[in-house]
Nanobody, 127 residues
Framework: QVQLAESGGGSVQAGGSLRLSCAAS?????MAWFRQAPGKEREGVAG???????SYRESVKGRFTISRDNAKNTVYLQMNSLEPEDTAMYYC????????????????????????WGQGTQVTVSS
């Protein structure tokens, strides 16, 4: 069992930045960030493999950057140019196996592949 602990959420104005962190109790081949806004389904935001291959949902490309420090079992999400539409609970997720989906390793959209989840951290962006 892998435990995940997110941190770094908060409230910012549109155009601002936040950096989320997620510390895992053990290394996993795939890690990702998901988010869920009130009344909406949880959606993938970004995924990263152990070798650093990344994938992003279209709406965050060029604004968000996912990265990981394998020595620390930690994944990060740098969020710039935040928009009110980015307001959501952000969840860290990890997969116990490396997988290929939609042409990308550790594809962000393959929610069912991620079997470990954190408790979430709230991000609120005001206009």
């Amino acid at each position: 069992q892998v435990q995940l602990a997110e941190s770094g959420g908060g409230s910012v104005q549109a155009g601002g930045s936040l950096r989320l962190s997620c510390a895992a109790s053990a290394g996993t081949p795939c890690m990702a960030w998901f988010r869920q806004a009130p009344g909406k389904e949880r959606e993938g935001v970004a995924g990263i493999s152990g070798s650093g291959s990344t994938s992003y949902r279209e709406s965050v490309k060029g604004r968000f950057t996912i990265s990981r420090d394998n020595a620390k079992n930690t994944v990060y999400l740098q969020m710039n140019s935040l928009e009110p539409e980015d307001t959501a609970m952000y969840y860290c997720a990890a997969a116990s196996r490396r997988f290929l989906s939609s042409g990308s390793w550790c594809y962000f959209g393959a929610r069912r592949e991620y079997n470990y989840w954190g408790q979430g951290t709230q991000v609120t962006v005001s206009s």
